[in-house]
C-alpha cells in the first residue's frame, strides 16, 4: 500500500507564493504518475498537474500553467507543488494522488487547505 501525506497549505495573499509537499511511502517512482488536484468548497475537484515518474514529463491544466510547478525528490520520497501569483481562485484543499502503472492502484492523501485572500 501507499501512503500519501500533504502539508505545507495555509493562509497566503494575493500574488503570494506556497509550496506544497506530497510525502510518499513508495520507491517506484519509475512506474508512478503523481499528480495533484484540488476541490474548492462546494465544487467538484479538479485536476491540477502531473509529473511522470519515467520520463519526468510534467503536465499542468490551463487554469495554473505558468504559475504552479510540479517537481519530485526520489531521496526524500516527495512531490512538490510550488504555486506562485497565488489568485483567490486558488483557494482550496489540495490533494496528492499517486497511480502506480504497474498495479493499476490510485491512492490518496487528506489533503492540505490553501487559502488566497484578496
Known amino acids: 500500500q501507499v501512503q500519501l501525506v500533504e502539508s505545507g497549505g495555509g493562509l497566503v495573499q494575493s500574488g503570494g507564493s506556497l509550496r506544497l509537499s506530497c510525502r510518499v511511502s513508495?520507491?517506484?517512482?519509475?512506474?508512478?504518475?503523481m499528480k495533484w488536484y484540488r476541490q474548492p468548497p462546494g465544487k467538484q475537484r479538479e485536476w491540477v498537474a502531473s509529473l511522470e515518474g519515467d520520463t519526468e514529463v510534467t503536465d499542468y491544466a490551463d487554469s495554473v500553467k505558468g504559475r504552479f510547478t510540479i517537481s519530485g525528490d526520489n531521496a526524500a520520497n516527495t512531490v512538490y507543488l510550488d504555486m506562485n501569483a497565488l489568485k483567490p481562485e486558488d483557494t482550496a484543499r489540495y490533494f496528492c494522488?499517486?497511480?502506480?502503472?504497474?498495479?493499476?492502484?490510485?491512492?490518496w492523501g487528506q489533503g492540505t487547505q490553501v487559502t488566497v485572500s484578496s
Open positions: 494522488n499517486y497511480y502506480s502503472t504497474l498495479t493499476s492502484n490510485n491512492y
Open positions: 513508495r520507491k517506484d517512482w519509475a512506474y508512478a504518475i
